[in-house]
């Protein structure tokens, strides 16, 4: 998420890990600490995709679903929100490759959130053909190497009945602007950018993603944006989502500049004049 939460990596047996996702939680030394960050800028995200979502007339379409499948769930905010927005669903299925996380997650008490502990592929390949109504995939395909796209896609289109969708949720990493401007966090940016491109990656997937969906073979695309301001989620969060991004994926040789660029933005969300953007988008896809 803009904090790059509720992402996966590549489970196999227990917690034999293989690269296909560039984020990995469970590669974290302090998890206690990471999952208070993902909890905390999940929460304050997630009030705004929700009025996207009604912007956008989305909330017909999840009330009337039996089955709704959140890939990379993380703690299972998401699928916790669904399941009491929506009480009409049968039922919510969390999938994560994070062991760690499945337990740690509120979920698995609410009767109707299923948590799985899995590589979201390998779940989504198993599943019989046709009988999903949504498949969620929120701040997760940015995270996967674009040569494994098209397998993702077509994965979750096989599981889906007609007229199902695709749900995805990303942001725009162009808009991550400050006034005033801190020429360090451009460099930090330029920095993820490159090691993401490096890595297999697409820097900013909301530009192309609605190709791949075409190409993948949904129908009836549907995409929307906002821009979420430091009046929306208050100075020091903003701070805080953002100057999070620059002490994880990144080299360890750029690990002291990332902890500098944070403690200088935290530093300049404390003038009553800062301001900074971020920008978030739901791409969704139909199967015909």
């Not at 703690?75 to 490759?97: E, N």
């Not at 995409?223 to 009046?231: A, I």
């Not at 990332?258 to 988008?281: C, H, P, Y």
Request: net charge positive; aromatic share 10%; charged share 25%.
């Amino acid at each position: 998420m803009i904090s790059d939460a509720i992402l996966f990596g590549m489970l196999i047996g227990k917690v034999r890990n293989t690269v296909s996702s560039l984020y990995r939680f469970d590669s974290f030394r302090n998890r206690k600490k990471e999952k208070a960050r993902l909890i905390k800028q999940g929460n304050i995200l997630l009030k705004h995709e929700a009025q996207l979502m009604q912007d956008m007339g989305m909330f017909d379409k999840f009330a009337h679903a039996e089955q709704i499948i959140d890939i990379g769930c993380g703690f299972g905010q998401f699928a916790i929100w669904l399941s009491k927005k929506f009480p009409s669903v049968s039922r919510v299925i969390g999938v994560d490759p994070s062991e760690f996380m499945i337990q740690q997650s509120e979920a698995k008490d609410s009767p109707k959130v299923t948590m799985v502990c899995s590589d979201g592929l390998k779940f989504l390949e198993s599943l019989p053909s046709g009988k999903t109504d949504i498949v969620c995939l929120r701040f997760v395909i940015n995270h996967i190497p674009s040569r494994l796209w098209n397998r993702w896609l077509i994965a979750v289109k096989r599981c889906l009945k007609p007229g199902g969708i695709i749900y995805l949720t990303l942001a725009d990493a162009n808009y991550y602007k400050t006034s005033p401007e801190l020429p360090l966090m451009d460099i930090m940016f330029e920095h993820k950018k490159l090691l993401r491109e490096k890595n297999g990656g697409i820097w900013n997937t909301p530009s192309v993603i609605g190709r791949h969906l075409n190409i993948a073979g949904y129908n009836h695309l549907v995409q929307q944006s906002v821009c979420l301001t430091t009046e929306d989620m208050g100075m020091h969060n903003y701070a805080v989502s953002i100057g999070d991004q620059f002490i994880w994926g990144i080299e360890d040789s750029w690990k002291k500049t990332g902890e500098l660029t944070k403690r200088l933005l935290l530093d300049a969300s404390k003038d009553a004049n800062f301001w900074g953007q971020v920008k978030i988008g739901i791409h969704v896809g139909e199967k015909s």
